[in-house]
């Protein structure tokens, strides 16, 4: 452990002294920018709860269809902005982290601690709860709440098209009744009028 230890912090040294611009810094920017994306995507998520309240409602609106299809384009497209940012977040976090390990190990090393020692100090810089893995989670929730809005959108249309066939057999039998009414009404005039005679 102690000779792969040495390599890391060798490596992680070696990269400090020739990029000084790799500083773990501006993946503090990247989380920021993470947040700002998740408030406005979490906002037009509301709205989009709020539309989905009234499908029922609204299933035969021939505008519901555009106004959600431009609510849903508008969501995956944040949401796969949100994606490749934390993509970025990750990789920067990842090189970053990298870079960290070696600073802290080599002030560890100076201070005379053990390869051992140095492993667990610097695992506890990272036993944090990391602002990546709650955007990852509330992304994964988006794009299960987009999945849940698509089914509620189409059992309201299917609702609404079993009813729209409901009135429309019931009208037919509305205007079966009324024919053979008439029907009826027409031949008891007629039996009326031939037993009465000329």
Known sequence: MSRAWAAILGTGLALCGSAAAL????????????TRRVDALDL????????????????????LAAERARLVEGLRRRT?????????YFALRERNDF?????AGAALKRRGASADDSVKKVAQLFARKDVGEQVRQFRDS?????????????DAQETCRRERRRRTAGLALLALAVLLSGGLWLYWKRTINRERGP
Do not use: M
Not at 24 to 34: G, M, R
Not at 80 to 88: C, R
Not at 99 to 103: K, M, N, S, W
């Open 99 to 103: 870079i960290a390990i070696g600073l």
């Open 80 to 88: 796969q902005t949100l994606s490749d940012v934390l993509k970025e």
């Open 142 to 154: 988006t794009e299960k709440a987009l999945a849940d809005d698509d089914r509620a959108f189409q």
């Open 23 to 34: 500083r773990p810094t501006n993946d503090f920017q990247l989380a920021e920018e993470l």
């Open 44 to 63: 037009e998520l509301k709205g989009l709860s709020t539309l989905q309240a009234s499908y029922p409602g609204r299933c035969s609106d021939p505008a």
